[in-house]
């Protein structure tokens, strides 16, 4: 879990906002360990939990259902840098968001957002990958925020969503959403994400600069490079991918990144990766996640973690954490 990091920045707004809440952020911050001076360097990368502590800390000292929402509309996409300026530059909406899902580990390297298409709709998928005990509610709460204020930016106020989905049940905080959220949301889904119409992203923007564009691009991938976690993380987000079709073998996983079994099973060595430990991986985070914090039946679990029946799933989860889907259930579900 100590790979799990972010960039300070992502807290951007956060002393004023307790402020406003009538709250003394001080309090919040040795609470948790630090000061603000751990956080005077935007630009570090700082605890993806020691993030979460802050956010879920705020919200609870101020009976705030949306903080996390609410600390995305004080930042906007703004604090993104080098990013905000390449999917600025990108000559279509699709680009920028293709843009903004590749590079999204430059900021932090506890989530992934992917892109993909199903005939005449495009769906925007973001995943937190971190699986600690702290809640992920109101970091979603941001990240959604924050993807909206995106969406304003690169559609210029004019790109809207077909609709909106939350992997957490209707709460509070929709209220607040509902007023900004010019679309309908589901709750309970199987993902966080958008839902665009294909041809709308495939606008051109006004304002690109395509030359511009791949200057920044190939800035940021040289000073990225390729570390074994990114490939580690994006992977995963790949088997996902593969599980929502029904097929997570690693031929299929393979064949969805271009490569042969064979290529991918020697990259999967040379980062010491099995690819059935990353599989296994990413069908507990996902089960874990929505017995957490979802109503969804195991069977329905089990089914969109493809095992063929409930009996496999409960076998594969009791083997790993030493008790039933359904106990584990009971202990860490979150209203």
């Known amino acids: 879990m100590d790979n799990y990091v972010i960039r300070a920045v992502a807290l951007s707004g956060y002393d004023v906002l307790v402020g406003e809440l009538g709250g003394d ?131 210029n106020g004019s790109l809207k969503p077909v609709s909106g989905y939350s992997i957490f049940n209707k709460d509070k905080a929709a209220a607040h959403a509902r007023g900004i959220f010019k679309y309908p949301v589901t709750y309970n889904a199987e993902f966080s994400g958008w839902k665009f119409k294909t041809k709308d992203l495939q606008q051109t923007r006004p304002d690109a600069d395509p030359a511009l564009n791949e200057l920044l691009k190939s800035q940021l991938k040289t000073s990225l490079g390729e570390d074994g976690q990114n490939f580690e993380l994006n992977m995963k987000d790949v088997i996902r991918r593969c599980l929502a079709i029904g097929d997570p073998s690693i031929d299929r996983v393979a064949n969805y990144l271009g490569k042969n079994r064979r290529s991918l099973q020697r990259q999967l060595e040379s980062q010491q990766l099995m690819y059935k430990d990353l599989l296994d991986d990413v069908r507990l985070e996902m089960a874990m996640h929505h017995l957490r914090y979802s109503n969804m039946s195991l069977t329905h679990i089990a089914d969109m973690l493809c095992y063929s029946d409930l009996s496999a799933f409960s076998r594969f989860f009791s083997k790993r954490l030493e008790t039933t889907p359904s106990r584990w259930r009971k202990l860490h579900l979150r209203p």
């Open 25 to 155: 952020v001080e309090s919040l911050y040795a609470a948790a360990g630090v000061t603000r001076a751990d956080f005077d360097d935007p630009e570090k990368f700082i605890p993806y939990e020691l993030y979460l502590k802050l956010l879920n800390s705020a919200a609870e000292t101020l009976s705030c259902d949306d903080f996390g929402f609410q600390l995305s509309e004080k930042k906007g996409g703004s604090h993104l840098g080098i990013l905000s300026l390449i999917i600025q530059t990108s000559p279509s909406v699709l680009d920028a968001l293709h843009s903004f899902s590749r590079f999204l580990h430059f900021q932090s390297k506890s989530a992934t957002l992917s892109l993909h298409s199903e005939g005449e709709f495009t769906f925007w998928k973001h995943t937190i990958h971190y699986q600690g005990d702290e809640s992920l509610r109101h970091a979603y709460l941001n990240a959604t925020g924050v993807g909206n204020s995106i969406l304003s930016l690169i559609g």
